[in-house]
Nanobody, 123 residues
Framework: QLQASGGGLVQPGGSLRLSCVTSGFNFDYYAIGWFRQAPGKEREGVACISSSADDNTFYTESVKGRFTISRDNAKNTVYLQMNSLKPEDTAVYYC?????????????????WGQGTQVTVSS
């Protein structure tokens, strides 16, 4: 299971930290990703962190320098720190566990999904 939380309403330029608490699988071994889906748009990969063996990260171009993904293996939790938020970041954000340990950017590469948390950036 994956439980995403931390979403909310924030003004442009503000920050939020999303959390993804996981259970029921070997957290240390698998890559974890964050995706988002805005109304009328396809789900897109935002960030991914590989297994705890190497902690490599990937960010989609639009969030580079603003978002940071990290994992706390002691808590089986992955975080997404989002700074300098823009209205175009508004979406439902999902966390997911990949089918492998390496960086994975497509939805096909993920097998377990959380329920989503709404992020709204608006003044």
């Amino acid at each position: 299971q994956l439980q995403a939380s931390g979403g909310g309403l924030v003004q442009p330029g503000g920050s939020l930290r999303l959390s993804c608490v996981t259970s029921g699988f070997n957290f240390d071994y698998y890559a974890i990703g964050w995706f988002r889906q805005a109304p009328g748009k396809e789900r897109e990969g935002v960030a991914c962190i590989s297994s705890s063996a190497d902690d490599n990260t990937f960010y989609t171009e639009s969030v580079k320098g603003r978002f940071t993904i990290s994992r706390d293996n002691a808590k089986n939790t992955v975080y997404l720190q989002m700074n300098s938020l823009k209205p175009e970041d508004t979406a439902v954000y999902y966390c997911a566990a990949a089918r492998s340990s390496g960086l994975t950017t497509t939805t096909r590469g993920y097998r377990y999904w959380g329920q989503g948390t709404q992020v709204t950036v608006s003044s």
